[in-house]
């Protein structure tokens, strides 16, 4: 069977996922790995996703109350040096700038000796020191807070092993960081950013997760409390795709972030962060990408409808084209979605074929050829790129032109619906919650070497009862999982009201928790 996509996501019995991802990556023509190591290029159809995640999310963060505001790329080191717990998490992936200058020496080009700089500075990997030394200037009195701030900007982490969107050592992010006076406040404020995160995961990037908090061996470095939303690849592997942590007052002390109370007390700040990154445009694709390449949802897809005039270099091209240029015309004065269509008519001097095939593989939502036929009757032909096939089948549909107008908004949010539908159907159906002992655990993920990991078999998660235990006996816990590759994913925030023995220790079960494999 032909498919648009040059590797499938199964080979015989053998998953090739990870090849599939790569290869959507490319011949969606999304990103590309850059000269620098571990960085990517996003190419213009890979940023307009992420201007779409932006706008979208930016509102929400607005309607949060929260500002916008922009915080430099270096970061003394000093800074970090503050909190010990911090800087440890971070210390092996930092990117240190030592020099200020370069010199010409025996004909190369070297870091001049008498430029060294007096601190090193740390390129940012995160930004709570310098955004917490702000905070301990712009809050003085309890009636400053609380204060919510945001940033969209590029971060940078060292990373050893990367994989386009899903970890590179430079990426995209919005970070929000906020201070308030108590710590009722703050979390609070931490988990009204979970459910923002959670909601939009689900209704913009029509992808599943399930909210809640990480257990303390998987806390942000600093963090009271971290809690996450996790994504089910279809592959079975868990992706963390947002995060969201209480802080307590452990940065404001460390940043001296004080506020004089009503009473006149100086009182430490309670403060909290939580960000999302280019991470969700690798989600998306491994939640809803299939053998013909990618399925965007309409909320984030940069054009969503793609009408493609089948141009022979005749005469009659020219009503073709005119037939074409109405048409969507016609569609960017509708509203789907709550906002414009974002219509496009492809007029590259390619065979039609091809630029249809182009447009499957990078998941426009609908896709529209015009030919001579077409516009003498005044029909649209089309395809959903969300039920593209019917078995090996290509499916298209036709409309008079004045009625796929008027269908047009309800297509795309049928597209929006029905991918969601799918995603949650196969998390669902994928969560196993009978297994009660670790060597059942054990047994029904098998052993795996590094190399099996990548194209293991599909398993999904468990979801199982545990005592929640701490430092030594935690530490123990991960060891045994890491035998399997095998880590906690969360704690859900929707808990049962009873609990069977721990998975782990045979001890009363205190909460409900997920195991699975992950990016």
């Known amino acids: 069977m032909q498919r648009a996509l040059s590797v499938s996501r199964m080979t015989g019995n053998k998953s090739t996922f990870p ?9 969606a023509d999304m990103a590309e790995v850059s000269p620098v190591r571990g960085s ?32 430099p790329l270096f970061i003394p080191l000093s800074f970090f040096a503050k909190e010990a717990e911090h800087v440890e998490g971070f210390a092996k992936e930092m990117a240190v700038v030592t020099h200020h200058r370069l010199k010409n020496i025996d004909g ?15 390129v940012r990997p995160t930004s709570e020191t310098i955004i917490g030394d702000a905070f301990s200037r712009w809050i003085k009195s309890y009636r400053d807070l609380p204060m919510k701030i945001n940033q969209w900007a590029n971060v940078v982490r060292w990373e050893m092993r990367t994989r386009l969107f899903l970890r590179t050592s430079e990426f995209l992010w919005q970070e929000g960081h906020t201070a308030h006076v108590s710590r009722e406040d703050a979390l609070a404020s931490t988990l009204q950013a979970l459910e923002m995160y959670r909601e939009f995961s689900e209704t913009v990037l029509a992808m599943p997760v399930i909210a809640g908090e990480k257990p303390e061996n998987e806390r942000f470095p600093g963090a009271e409390a971290t809690y996450s939303i996790e994504a089910m690849m279809q592959d079975g592997k ?4 947002g995060t969201s942590h209480y802080l307590g007052t452990s940065f404001s002390r460390a940043q001296n972030i004080r506020y ?4 006149g007390d100086l009182e430490f700040c309670h403060t909290s962060s939580w960000g999302v990154s280019t991470r969700l445009i690798g989600g998306v694709i491994m939640t809803h990408g299939d053998d013909d390449g990618l399925r965007l949802p309409p909320a984030i897809a940069p054009r969503q409808i793609v009408v493609v005039p089948m ?18 015309k016609a569609l960017h004065e509708k509203f789907a979605l709550g906002e414009p269509i974002r219509a496009l008519l492809d007029t590259k001097d390619q065979k039609s074929s091809d630029k249809r095939w182009n447009w499957v593989r990078r998941g426009a939502p609908i896709i529209v050829e015009l030919g001579p036929r077409d516009a003498a009757s005044g029909q649209v032909t089309f395809m959903r790129r969300d039920n593209l096939r019917d078995g090996d089948k290509v499916q298209s549909q036709a409309m008079s032109r004045d009625d796929f107008v008027d269908a047009a908004p ?27 002992t670790f060597d059942q655990v054990a047994e029904y993920f098998g052993k795996v070497s590094d190399e099996e990991e990548e ?39 929707n808990q049962p009201s009873s609990f069977g023995p721990c998975v782990f220790t045979g001890e009363p079960g205190v909460e409900e928790i997920l195991i699975g494999r992950s990016y």
Request: charge should be negative.
């Open 19 to 27: 090849d599939w991802y790569q290869a959507i990556v490319r011949e």
């Open 108 to 122: 190369k080009l070297q870091p001049d000796p008498d430029a060294k700089l007096e601190e090193p500075l740390i």
């Open 40 to 71: 990517m290029i996003i190419k213009p159809w890979g940023y307009g996703v992420w201007e779409r995640i932006q706008q979208t999310m930016d509102r929400r963060i607005k309607e949060m109350g929260v500002d916008n505001a922009y915080f």
């Open 311 to 328: 141009l022979r270099g005749k005469p009659e091209d020219a009503e073709v084209l005119a037939f074409a240029e109405g048409l969507v």
């Open 455 to 493: 194209t293991s078999a599909f398993k999904g998660w468990v979801r199982a009862s545990w005592s929640r235990p701490t430092g030594e006996a935690l530490d123990a816990v991960e060891q045994r999982l890491k035998g399997f590759k095998l880590t906690l994913r969360n704690a859900p925030m």
């Open 238 to 241: 868990a992706l963390q795709a």
């Open 410 to 436: 309800g297509l795309l949010a049928a597209i929006q619906q029905t991918l969601f539908e799918e995603a949650k159907a196969s998390l669902d159906a994928n969560i196993r919650g009978d297994l009660t």
């Open 260 to 263: 004089q109370s009503d009473s």
